[in-house]
């Protein structure tokens, strides 16, 4: 899945409350084996998608909440990035063992 991501308000935020920069976000999100769960479970309003994916300059799994774009259908606002906890990255790597096990 490809994501069409303005990053101009969610940038500063993730580098200076987690450290990323957008292309950390941006590998994350071009990950192959990235989980999308959109609608996000933990959004209050709905609108946003949280993606889960490995970015290899972090050396590290991450989370990357995207908000629907109302201007731009299929367009994404790029609002925040972390990396993952040991529970998303333990279904991450589960996720990523059972595609492999399938493709065989």
């Not at 209050?44 to 629907?68: D, E, K």
């Not at 925040?80 to 529970?87: E, H, I, L, Y």
């Amino acid at each position: 899945m490809r994501f069409d991501v303005d990053w101009s308000h969610g940038a500063e935020h993730m580098r200076s409350g987690h450290q990323l920069s957008v292309e950390h976000a941006n590998e994350a999100l071009a990950d192959d084996e990235c989980i999308v769960a959109d609608p996000d479970p933990a959004s209050r309003s709905g609108q946003s998608a949280r993606v889960i994916g490995y970015s290899s300059a972090a050396a590290a799994v991450l989370v990357v909440i995207l908000v629907h774009r109302q201007d731009r259908p299929g367009a994404w606002w790029g609002a925040n990035g972390w990396r993952a906890s040991s529970t998303e990255r333990r279904t991450y790597w589960e996720q990523t063992e059972q595609k492999g096990s399938s493709d065989e």
